[in-house]
């Protein structure tokens, strides 16, 4: 969550920044045409300083306390980090609730289908709470408490619309990439993509390491077969490389591209086959 904000940092330093510009550009134009208008008054016999005491006080002297700073102190939006912890936080607990237990038409949703929902039940949640935050307890930036005290009925339906899309398609996409990122590293780890590398049964293969060699559930034992199986990859290509033809290289880059094809059909049949 807060990588999050400072992610949007850049874009609203850019926004104030641009605003800086705007205002610059304005007074810089307002006094050339001041500078103009001095000299043709002068043209014509007038003289700038033949102005009242009163108006030219008026014209010199600004009050300190009315000026609005254009950029202020950039801080984090707490209201926003809460918001944020608090999806994802809400969608793990609602995942381990109902993962699996969703359907439609008596048939279980698919995994990103049902990511998709609680992703989105999630997000609407967290949203609203940010919303009470922001503008019933006056908790965050002023400008946003304006800004939610001041939102029409057209407004919230969008705003709430646009998060609910976005969080289903986040939440959606992120179920359906976990399945085969997940399958790949735990091939990795048990030394399946490198012992099954030019395999005609690729699937099936890497299925074998994963069931028979796959590491223990300690993080020491994950790591050290991580290092062991890179140690191993780093080691072929080095042998690959000590006296290899170009015929060698193109029928491994042809052995490697059979497999990935081959995985990635297999991948999206099996999630065609769910949904």
């Known amino acids: 969550a ?29 006094q050339q045409e001041q500078k103009e208008r001095s000299k043709s008054a002068n043209r014509f016999g007038e003289w700038p300083f033949s102005r009242s005491p009163t108006q030219q006080q008026a014209i010199t002297s600004v009050d300190p306390k009315t000026l609005v700073p254009v950029a202020g102190t950039m801080e984090v939006d707490f209201v926003e980090v809460f ?36 992703g989105l039940l999630a997000a609407v949640s967290s949203c609203l709470y940010a919303d009470v935050l922001y503008g019933q307890f006056q908790y965050g930036p002023e400008y946003k408490q304006e800004e939610v005290r001041s939102r029409t009925n057209a407004e919230w339906l969008s705003l709430y619309f646009s998060t609910a ?97 081959s995985y990635l059909s297999h991948s999206f049949s099996i999630g065609a086959a769910m949904m």
């Not at 992610?7 to 510009?21: I, S």
């Not at 609730?97 to 698919?110: H, I, R, S």
């Open 2 to 30: 807060v990588p999050s904000q400072l992610v949007k940092l850049g874009p609203v330093l850019q926004e104030r920044r641009a605003e800086e510009d705007n205002i610059l550009r304005q007074l810089l134009e307002q």
């Open 83 to 118: 918001a944020d912890v608090t999806r994802w936080l809400e969608y793990d607990v609602l995942k381990s609730k109902f993962a699996g237990t969703l359907q439609w038409n008596n048939e279980l949703l698919d995994p990103s289908a049902t990511g998709a929902i609680l």
């Open 165 to 261: 899309a976005s969080a289903a398609t986040l939440f959606g996409f992120y179920e359906f990439s976990q399945r085969p990122i997940s399958r790949w590293i735990q091939g990795t780890l048990s030394g399946g993509v490198e012992g099954c590398v030019g395999s005609s049964a690729f699937d099936a293969c890497m299925q074998t390491y994963i069931d028979t060699n796959a590491p223990g559930p300690s993080p020491e034992a994950q790591l050290r077969a991580l290092l062991t199986n890179l140690y191993m990859v780093g080691q072929r290509l080095q042998d690959i490389a000590v006296d290899t033809t170009f015929n060698d290289v193109a029928a491994l880059v042809r052995a490697w591209s059979v497999a990935f094809v």
